[in-house]
């Protein structure tokens, strides 16, 4: 489970990160990354909405993300803001799947520097 200082909890970072930060689409996923100077963790904060399905498949689909992200923790730089959208096709995805995803999104953003602070 990530701890509360790796969760982004108020709307406005999670506004913030969805406007201005860098986007990577996937079929399953969309992720959002932005630098946060004020911030020495990288939080993650994750948005799945009711076209994904009911309410246990919603919260299966952002368990899976939520176990991903900790497993991507210690690759990521500090001070750094993570949203992840799951998209309606996310609810018959397997974990595998998302972990590729989400893996592919974080490596493109450490391998390519497409983010400075």
Do not use: C
Not at 96 to 115: D, F, M, N, Q
């Amino acid at each position: 489970m990530l701890a509360k200082a790796n969760r982004i909890t108020r709307g406005s970072d999670y506004k913030a990160t969805v406007r201005r930060g860098a986007r990577f689409s996937d079929a399953n996923t969309v992720t959002y990354v932005r630098p946060n100077p004020d911030s020495e963790v990288v939080r993650f904060g994750f948005i799945v909405g009711k076209t994904v399905g009911i309410a246990n498949r919603r919260n299966l689909v952002r368990r899976r993300m939520k176990a991903v992200a900790y497993e991507l923790l210690p690759q990521m730089a500090p001070g750094m803001d993570v949203v992840i959208r799951a998209l309606p096709a996310s609810a018959q995805a397997e974990w595998v799947t998302l972990h590729e995803e989400i893996s592919r999104a974080v490596s493109r953003i450490t391998s390519r520097g497409i983010l400075r602070r």
